[in-house]
């Protein structure tokens, strides 16, 4: 079996209705700024650091970049459109930061806040609400020359910023999520070194956690203290599952260290108001201490209305190397994932379905925040027919589980509020180039042309069918009632 095939084959269903799903549940598609628009160099816009992170040898497949990716940035009206014919009533985009505020600091560009008014007038008048993220990781490659996020500074630039970008949308966009992944900023930018900036260096990655937490708090205080205050305001997170391997010692040990540093890490801070103990005293025991000053934490868990949850898969811990070894060669204790035997997509990740209705169910009693699945999706490998359809029975049964798994955490009590697919269309998969295909829609990107995949025209016909039966039983509880 590769990497890129299913343990078994998936078998693409029909669209029918799903159960349990109310009437104003939201459907959505979702993007983000570098992965489509191009146009890097235009009206205005500076670098960022994925533009000079694409220009570094062999960190991108390929050699690729986002220099014309989907080319979004001039074909908009029509990728508008192409959202309207799916039927989903919100669209979730990132704004380019280097594009609304060049080099991250000053008044923002009227030009390139222009691109971003068309968008959203765009949206409405086809009748779909515009969903926003400030940042989904293209941060100036200015800021980052002088230190990016593990410096205190770069939390209070991006206050900054949301705030000029709030001025120039605030009145038209009622939805607005701070930061898309800041574990994936942090980690993977300042200490794997696989995502821009390329920095390798862990407690760096742990000093950008704080920061990326502290500018989400501030950024969040200046939207609700502007006129036109957020409809909706919360943050993304890209989150799983950590499942010990056993009941014994090590594997419950390295199944809370994972979840510690890729949930609790974030979310205890942003709901409670603390970074919890466990995670500190591992830190320390690392000799990393979070730069926390006197009311950051307070800053950090300024309320939420919404927490955004991207999901993919989720794992099984052991504490135990295949060797038997409960240490690394690092000398830190083993956290190995341990392979569960599932299909597998494109990128090489089990899929796991019933990890998210698990993982709903979890958010909503620890935490008790109203969530949205902000993305969820697949790659695989599909290519066109001679005829121009692309047939992905894999991605469209991908999508059929995993809308029933959020269906089956709200029957279990979860306040699950809406679904966006990532993605809208095949588009920039970061260090993976353009190898990586998620899209609903295929792209050929030597002639930029939108094919919509049986998986799109699939999830716009559950997505009707779902609103029309829910909208039924609405009606038949008025009329008992």
Same mark, same amino acid.
């Given at each position: 079996?590769?990497?890129?095939?299913?343990?078994?084959?998936?078998?693409?269903?029909?669209?029918?209705?799903?159960?349990?799903?109310?009437?104003?549940?939201?459907?959505?598609?979702?993007?983000?700024?570098?992965? $489509?628009?191009? %146009?890097?160099?235009?009206? *205005?816009?500076?670098?960022?650091?994925?533009?000079?992170?694409?220009?570094?040898?062999?960190?991108?497949?390929?050699?690729?970049?986002?220099?014309?990716?989907?080319?979004?940035?001039?074909?908009?009206?029509?990728?508008?459109?192409? $959202?309207?014919?799916?039927?989903?009533?919100?669209?979730?985009?990132?704004?380019?930061?280097?594009?609304?505020?060049?080099?991250?600091?000053?008044?923002?560009?009227?030009?390139?806040?222009?691109?971003?008014?068309?968008?959203?007038?765009?949206?409405?008048?086809?009748?779909?609400?515009?969903?926003?993220?400030?940042?989904?990781?293209?941060?100036?490659?200015?800021?980052?020359?002088?230190?990016?996020?593990?410096?205190?500074?770069?939390?209070?630039?991006?206050?900054?910023?949301?705030?000029?970008?709030?001025?120039?949308?605030?009145?038209?966009?009622?939805?607005?999520?701070?930061?898309?992944?800041?574990?994936?900023?942090?980690?993977?930018?300042?200490?794997?070194?696989?995502?821009?900036?390329?920095?390798?260096?862990?407690?760096?990655?742990?000093?950008?956690?704080?920061?990326?937490?502290?500018?989400?708090?501030?950024?969040?205080?200046?939207?609700?203290?502007?006129?036109?205050?957020?409809?909706?305001?919360? $943050?993304?997170?890209?989150?799983?599952?950590?499942?010990?391997?056993?009941?014994?010692?090590?594997?419950?040990? %390295?199944?809370?260290?994972?979840?510690?540093?890729?949930?609790?890490?974030?979310?205890?801070?942003?709901?409670?108001?603390?970074?919890?103990?466990?995670?500190?005293?591992?830190?320390?025991?690392?000799?990393?201490?979070?730069?926390?000053?006197? *009311?950051?934490?307070?800053?950090?868990? #300024?309320?939420?209305?919404?927490?955004?949850?991207?999901?993919?898969?989720?794992?099984?811990?052991?504490?135990?190397?295949?060797?038997?070894?409960?240490?690394?060669?690092? *000398?830190?204790?083993?956290?190995?994932?341990?392979?569960?035997?599932?299909?597998?997509?494109?990128?090489?990740?089990?899929?796991?379905?019933?990890?998210?209705?698990?993982?709903?169910?979890?958010?909503?009693?620890?935490?008790?925040?109203? #969530?949205?699945?902000?993305?969820?999706?697949?790659?695989?490998?599909?290519?066109?027919?001679?005829?121009? #359809?692309?047939?992905?029975?894999?991605?469209?049964?991908?999508?059929?589980?995993?809308?029933?798994?959020?269906? %089956?955490?709200?029957?279990?009590?979860?306040?699950?509020?809406?679904?966006?697919?990532?993605?809208?269309?095949?588009?920039?998969?970061?260090?993976?180039?353009? %190898?990586?295909?998620? *899209?609903?829609?295929?792209?050929?990107?030597?002639?930029?042309?939108?094919?919509?995949?049986?998986?799109?025209?699939?999830?716009?016909? #559950?997505?009707?069918?779902?609103?029309?039966?829910?909208?039924?039983?609405?009606?038949?509880?008025?009329?008992?009632?």
């Amino acid at each position: 079996m590769t990497a890129t095939t299913p343990a078994s084959p998936l078998t693409a269903p029909a669209p029918e209705p799903v159960a349990g799903l109310p009437a104003d549940f939201r459907w959505g598609v979702a993007t983000s700024s570098y992965q $489509i628009e191009g %146009a890097v160099d235009e009206d *205005g816009r500076t670098p960022s650091i994925w533009d000079t992170f694409c220009r570094v040898p062999g960190a991108v497949a390929g050699g690729e970049n986002g220099d014309t990716a989907c080319d979004h940035y001039h074909r908009m009206p029509q990728d508008v459109e192409l $959202i309207a014919s799916l039927g989903v009533d919100t669209y979730r985009f990132s704004l380019a930061w280097p594009r609304i505020q060049p080099g991250g600091r000053g008044k923002g560009d009227p030009r390139g806040i222009a691109f971003y008014d068309r968008l959203v007038d765009e949206l409405l008048e086809r009748g779909v609400t515009p969903w926003v993220t400030l940042y989904h990781w293209d941060l100036p490659q200015e800021l980052e020359d002088a230190g990016g996020w593990p410096e205190r500074d770069t939390a209070h630039r991006f206050a900054d910023y949301a705030r000029i970008a709030h001025d120039a949308l605030g009145d038209r966009v009622r939805h607005w999520t701070t930061l898309n992944e800041p574990w994936c900023s942090a980690v993977l930018g300042y200490d794997q070194g696989v995502h821009a900036p390329g920095r390798r260096d862990f407690g760096d990655s742990m000093r950008a956690v704080h920061h990326l937490l502290l500018g989400h708090g501030l950024a969040a205080r200046r939207l609700r203290a502007a006129g036109s205050p957020p409809e909706e305001l919360g $943050i993304t997170l890209n989150l799983g599952t950590a499942t010990p391997a056993s009941d014994g010692e090590a594997d419950r040990a %390295a199944a809370r260290r994972a979840d510690g540093m890729g949930t609790r890490l974030y979310l205890d801070p942003l709901v409670h108001g603390r970074y919890p103990r466990d995670v500190v005293e591992d830190l320390a025991a690392r000799g990393v201490t979070l730069p926390v000053a006197d *009311g950051d934490l307070e800053v950090i868990s #300024t309320p939420l209305d919404v927490l955004g949850v991207n999901f993919y898969s989720g794992h099984v811990f052991s504490g135990t190397a295949e060797d038997g070894s409960t240490t690394g060669r690092d *000398g830190l204790p083993v956290t190995r994932v341990v392979p569960q035997g599932r299909p597998r997509t494109a990128m090489d990740w089990e899929i796991v379905p019933e990890r998210l209705t698990e993982l709903l169910v979890r958010l909503h009693e620890d935490y008790g925040l109203p #969530t949205v699945i902000t993305e969820n999706g697949a790659a695989f490998d599909d290519e066109p027919e001679a005829d121009g #359809t692309v047939h992905d029975a894999d991605r469209t049964a991908y999508l059929a589980d995993h809308i029933r798994a959020v269906a %089956a955490a709200r029957s279990a009590g979860a306040d699950v509020r809406g679904y966006f697919a990532w993605s809208l269309m095949d588009n920039f998969e970061w260090a993976y180039g353009y %190898a990586k295909r998620f *899209g609903l829609v295929h792209v050929d990107y030597a002639t930029q042309r939108r094919t919509v995949k049986d998986s799109g025209l699939w999830y716009r016909d #559950t997505v009707r069918l779902t609103r029309r039966a829910a909208g039924q039983a609405a009606g038949d509880r008025a009329a008992e009632g």
